[in-house]
């Protein structure tokens, strides 16, 4: 009889426990899962964009938050990512082989880079194919974009000057006006 009450006892406090917390589909976790839009506001800045990365390493997660697990590491300051996404403070990011993750805003900087992505570009020394080569970029270098018109970017690679054109590069959008 003492085992058959104790085993009874024990189910009920388990029962009042359970009743007690909120259910697991309840209000709570649809708080935390479909937030109101004053919850959803981010920068009001246009979508996508392009920004690039503040710091040597920017940990990507899958979702917009720390509880999050962390899916890759970047690890190249000044790299350039399009920002596709927003969630309070945090930004879905898409690099130039097409990787996405989430990433925290403090972690990005509104400067503007590029990558050359595919094949050698050549960097003149005006905005026109037929100026003097003062560089080839290789695939993977990074440099800072300083003002875009048409189809010519002036940028700064390595402490060289110089004008490439846009489809030689990834990080600005084909008729985007840079300044």
Not at 101 to 117: A, D, E, N, P, Y
Not at 158 to 179: A, T
């Amino acid at each position: 009889m003492g085992i058959r009450l104790s085993v009874l006892l024990c189910a009920f406090f388990a029962a009042l426990v359970a009743f007690s917390l909120p259910p697991a589909g309840g209000k709570a976790a649809l708080a935390a899962d479909k937030p109101t839009n004053a919850q959803r506001a981010g920068s009001g800045l246009p979508i996508p964009r392009f920004a690039s990365l503040r710091s040597d390493e920017v940990n990507v997660r899958t979702g917009p938050g720390s509880r999050y697990p962390v899916d890759w590491v970047f690890k190249r300051k000044a790299m350039p990512i399009e920002i596709v996404a927003e969630y309070e403070n945090w930004r879905k990011i898409r690099d130039w082989q097409g990787a996405s993750g989430w990433v925290h805003q403090s972690l990005l900087t509104g400067k503007r880079s590029f990558i050359i992505s595919a094949k050698t570009a050549s960097l003149h020394k005006t905005p026109a194919a037929s100026a003097d080569v003062v560089a080839k970029l290789e695939p993977e270098v990074i440099g800072e974009i300083r003002s875009c018109a048409g189809d010519w970017c002036r940028v700064k690679v390595s402490g060289v000057n110089g004008w490439i054109q846009r489809n030689g590069m990834w990080g600005v959008y084909k008729s985007e006006p840079i300044n």
